[in-house]
């Protein structure tokens, strides 16, 4: 079983920063990627950045410059720098990695709520 536990989010002003870390556990014996989406009310998730194994990075285009993900293989946690932060990055933000066990797979945390007041 793999879980992926998140933590960093919080109640910022805009222009402000914060960092999300999301750890992963369990009889992991290998990770193609891990990321981090978003879900505001109302609107569909979305990727907001990508980290795979070979360090390659994707990111959603409002975020880029101001975003910034990590992702240290051997503690096999990932990390989102976010600066610069608006209001309408105000979001539920979730961890996901694609993780070897038995088979491949897809795993997602449980969200941390990220606000952005004015």
């Known amino acids: 079983q793999v879980q992926l536990v998140e933590s960093g989010g919080g109640l910022v002003q805009a222009g402000g920063s914060l960092r999300l870390s999301c750890a992963a556990s369990g009889s992991i014996t290998g990770i193609n990627s891990m990321g981090w989406h978003r879900q505001a009310p109302g609107k569909q998730r979305e990727l907001v950045a990508e980290i795979r194994g070979g360090g390659s990075t994707d990111y959603l285009d409002s975020v880029k410059g101001r975003f910034t993900i990590s992702m240290d293989n051997a503690k096999k946690t990932v990390y989102l720098q976010m600066n610069s932060l608006k209001v309408e990055d105000t979001a539920a933000y979730y961890c996901?990695?694609?993780?070897?066990?038995?088979?491949?797979?897809?795993?997602w945390g449980q969200g941390t709520q990220v606000t952005v007041s004015s």
């Open positions: 996901a990695a694609e993780a070897y066990t038995t088979t491949w797979a897809n795993y």
